[in-house]
């Protein structure tokens, strides 16, 4: 029997967080290691840049698979690994502690499975509609739509919540607001590429999401389907 002196005050990292974390560490461990010289000898220099054509979701591309009904797995795969490959360390660096910040949070209330399929559909419906909303070249890159996902399913708890209480449930979107403010307000300083079209669009889809991914959801949807 444990004693509770023994028990850590502070709660662990749903495993799936720590995985996606993990997996972002070592991939942006093997690039900056690579671009210093320290591993991989003279030619990872250039892994960054590789990783980038291989693994970047390319807007191009995208629309030479549509134009010719081709998508083949290879450049399908770029829905999803765009998520873990980042322009520079201190891209990745952000974006991976946002993911920690905001995942832990969602995953101790939603499943594993559900947190993981939030993470990485957003990401992949925030790179549809950045091809779709923006007539753009320059490719996507980074962990961002998919933590923006884990910001709406965040936001979801927040305004369910305030909703049970009888409280504004206006107050739980400031978050996302202050964000996309922020990121505005570089784009118009400082200008680059408007990538932040595919977080917010990556936010909708993690807000919706957990409607049905909410423990209970589908049951407390058709509950109040019935009392309508």
Do not use: C
Not at 10 to 30: H, I, M, Q, Y
Not at 42 to 60: E, H
Not at 101 to 116: D, I, Q, R, Y
Not at 175 to 185: D, H
């Amino acid at each position: 029997m444990s004693h509770p002196d023994d028990q850590s005050p502070v709660n662990p990292l749903p495993p799936v967080v720590t995985a996606l974390f993990l997996l972002l560490v070592g991939v942006e461990s093997a690039l900056w290691l690579g671009s210093k010289g320290i591993v991989g000898g003279p030619t990872a220099v250039g892994w960054r840049l590789d990783a980038i054509q291989r693994y970047a979701f390319a807007p191009d591309i995208f629309d030479w698979m549509v134009a010719n009904g081709v998508y083949p797995p290879e450049h399908m795969l770029r829905f999803v690994s765009y998520l873990f490959v980042h322009y520079n360390f201190t891209h990745a660096l952000f974006g991976g502690v946002l993911l920690l910040a905001m995942g832990k949070m969602v995953g101790e209330v939603f499943s594993g499975w559900a947190t993981l399929a939030i993470f990485v559909l957003s990401g992949v419906v925030g790179a549809l509609g950045y091809v779709l909303v923006l007539d753009v070249s320059a490719p996507l890159l980074g962990s961002y739509p998919g933590v923006y996902g884990l910001i709406g399913a965040f936001t979801f708890l927040l305004w369910a919540s305030l909703g049970e209480v009888g409280a504004p449930q206006a107050r739980a979107f400031s978050l996302i607001g202050m964000l996309v403010a922020i990121q505005l307000g570089f784009s118009l300083i400082f200008g680059g590429n408007p990538d932040w079209v595919a977080d917010v669009i990556g936010f909708g889809t993690g807000f919706l999401m957990s409607f049905a991914l909410i423990p209970g959801g589908w049951q407390r949807i058709r509950e109040k389907i019935r009392r309508q």
